[in-house]
Every structure is written in C-alpha cells, then in structure tokens.
C-alpha cells in the first residue's frame, strides 16, 4: 500500500470515529436532559402524616434522599466527566485529521512535483 493510501484509510477511519463520538455525544446529553428531568420523580407522591406516616415511612423518605442524591452524583458528576472525556477526544481527533489532511496534501505535491519532473 501507497503511503498517500495509507493515509487517506487512515483519514477515513479518523473521519468515521468522529462521527460516531459526535453521535454518541449527542445520543449522551439527550439521556442526561432526560435524567435530570425525571429526577423529580424520586420525591413522589409526597407523604404526609394523611398519606403515610412512622419509622417505614421515615426509612422509606430515607431511602428517597440517597436517591437523589445518586440522582444527583450521576447526572452532574459522572455524566459530565464522560461528556468532557468524549469532548476532549473529538478535539483530539480533529487535529489529528488536520494533521492527516495536510500530510495528504504534502503527498500529493509531492507526487504531482515527481510527476512533472518525469515529464521534463
């Protein structure tokens, strides 16, 4: 294989792993949104001394509390960790398709420069 070939394979599996971390970002910060949105849903129903009341509801409201908190932990913690991970490597990628874009173009100059000396 041609060295401009192997580049240009190696262009296009940079481009391809581009596009899947650009999706999976995407795919990412629409479960996060989602999550955070349903996080309300761990404080209901509400209890009352009408609705519920004593040491199971007591241990049960405990329970509720290490949830959202998890809840919590999850969303803004680990979630964002991940979407800065993926955003750091997409930065990565694209320079490194940059650096292949002008090896490429170096390539060819070359070979074109070659290719008119052939012709003299």
Avoid at 17 to 33: A, D, I, M, P, V
Avoid at 87 to 116: H, N, P, T, Y
């Amino acid at each position: 294989m041609s060295y401009l070939a192997s580049l240009l394979y190696q262009l296009s599996e940079k481009q391809e792993q581009l596009g899947r971390l650009k999706t999976c970002e995407s795919e990412l910060q629409n479960l996060q949104g989602e999550f955070r949105e349903n996080q309300k849903l761990v404080k209901e129903p509400q209890l009352t001394s009408v609705t519920w009341a004593g040491d199971l509801a007591d241990t049960f409201e405990s329970i509720r509390k290490e949830a959202d908190t998890s809840y919590k932990d999850i969303s803004d913690t680990q979630l964002n960790a991940v979407l800065k991970d993926i955003a750091d490597k997409i930065l990565s990628l694209i320079q490194e398709i940059q650096l292949l874009e002008s090896q490429i173009a170096a390539e060819r100059a070359r070979m074109e420069s070659e290719e008119s000396k052939g012709k003299e």
